[in-house]
Nanobody, 122 residues
Framework: VQLQASGGGLVQTGDSLRLSCAAS????????TGWFRQAPGKEREFVAA?????YYADSVKGRFTISRDNAKNTVYLQMASLKPEDTAVYYC???????????????????WGQGTQVTVSS
């Protein structure tokens, strides 16, 4: 099983960016797929997740959108109105036995991508 995250880069405040996470050896259908991020010196934190509905951290609600294309086995994170505090390494994750109460917990996820750096300059 491999999750490959891509799409990170250096952008300016207010810009948009779309991250992608493609899976091989694993089907996203009927699973929970999520995005987490880790800023320098901080713990990894939940950003967004998708099962039959979408879940977001309060810090990104209204600016980020998670979506999934089951046919392409790819999950996306569309990020808009980016802020310097969004700077982090972004990780995609997936799991098939996640219940709603744990969907924001990284320990609930079975598989992780390698991370992609997003840097937002002020």
């Amino acid at each position: 099983v491999q999750l490959q995250a891509s799409g990170g880069g250096l952008v300016q405040t207010g810009d948009s960016l779309r991250l992608s996470c493609a899976a091989s050896g694993y089907s996203f259908r009927n699973t929970v797929t999520g995005w987490f991020r880790q800023a320098p010196g901080k713990e990894r934190e939940f950003v967004a997740a998708f099962r039959w509905t979408e879940y977001y951290a309060d810090s990104v609600k209204g600016r980020f959108t998670i979506s999934r294309d089951n046919a392409k086995n790819t999950v996306y994170l569309q990020m808009a109105s980016l802020k310097p505090e969004d700077t982090a390494v972004y990780y995609c994750a997936a799991g098939s036995r996640i219940i709603t109460s744990t969907i924001r917990k990284e320990t609930a996820y079975d598989y992780w991508g390698q991370g992609t750096q997003v840097t937002v300059s002020s």
